[in-house]
């Protein structure tokens, strides 16, 4: 057994889509596809492999977000036969080894099935601790016409960088890497509303081995259920109007119940219940 970096090859990548399935229950996309994704310089693979046999990996991507700029160690499976020889262990060490060496990164960030304890465990051995425990929440595109404009919910509009100063004091970021965000970044900002009633919802584009899709990193509010509702109604038409996008995601604390009612209003699903985890990139 041993672990290497992805190949690129056709070959590595069946052997990925093999695993997904015989851990996470399948993969939506083809082999052709995850060559291509993972041909990113952002983005890194690793794989396990017994007898010439892919039978494990882990991939990690980086995001820059209002919060920070993460790996995000987004995937972990290891086939359930060659389990319990610390392959997971050093996929993860080999996977927080490339986010110390990129530049800028400050944090690594997983997210586990709360009912997945061998794997939460994994990540705590390599030095992660858990950080909150929140609702998976998908909004899955399965038609691309629009919807006419919900009657009583206030306008959205794109952030511009002169809202920096607003958005700022509302997230708790600081303006300038608000207005670096807003300007540059590629992640979509949203306003709702205005006056005291107002929210700000942030988009991050995300493509993984199991989701291509915008993620809602941050959805403040200064404002009323309206403002959310419009917020998450703006989240999945903004989908629906790009045909590369298949959902929209969010994790929402299960006692955010303002957040979760509006956003099952406006068609989104809990999938389930995830430990989030994370650890400094700076740390031994």
């Known amino acids: 057994m041993g672990t290497r970096p992805f190949d690129g090859s056709l070959a590595d990548a069946q052997g990925i889509i093999e695993v997904d ?7 939506a996309y083809t082999a052709e596809y995850i060559c291509a994704l993972e041909s990113d310089p952002g983005r890194c693979v690793w794989i396990a492999e017994q007898d010439g046999r892919v039978v494990g990996f882990v991939s990690a991507f980086a995001t820059h977000s209002l919060a920070a700029s993460r790996w995000e160690v987004d995937e972990l499976a290891v086939r359930p036969e060659a389990q319990g020889h610390g392959l997971g262990s050093e996929l993860v060490m080999h996977a927080v080894g490339e986010g110390k060496r990129r530049a800028g990164l400050s944090v690594a960030r997983a997210l586990v099935a709360a009912n997945n304890g061998a794997s939460q465990r994994v990540f705590i051995k390599n030095g992660f601790a858990p950080m909150a425990v929140v609702d998976l929440l998908l909004y899955r595109v399965t038609g691309r016409a629009p919807r006419p404009p919900q009657e009583g919910l206030p306008a959205v509009r ?12 509302l997230c708790g970021a600081a303006a300038d890497r608000v207005e670096w965000l807003v300007r540059q970044s590629g992640n979509g900002y949203s306003i709702a509303g205005e006056g005291p009633d107002w929210g700000c919802m942030e988009l991050v584009p995300v493509r993984t081995l199991q989701y291509r899709g915008y993620w809602i990193e941050s959805l403040a509010l200064a404002g009323s259920r309206r403002v959310a509702l419009a917020l ?20 929402i604390p299960a006692t955010e119940s303002l ?7 406006e068609g989104f699903k809990r999938v389930g219940e995830y430990v989030s985890l ?3 990139l700076s740390t031994p």
């Open 259 to 265: 957040l979760h009612a509006a956003s099952v209003g």
């Open 158 to 169: 794109d952030a511009r960088p002169a809202d920096a100063e607003g958005i700022a004091r």
């Open 232 to 251: 998450f109604n703006a989240a999945a038409e903004r989908a629906k109007s790009d045909d590369s996008i298949d959902e929209v995601g969010c994790l």
């Open 21 to 27: 399935k015989s851990t996470f229950g399948g993969c």
């Open 278 to 280: 994370a650890r400094e």
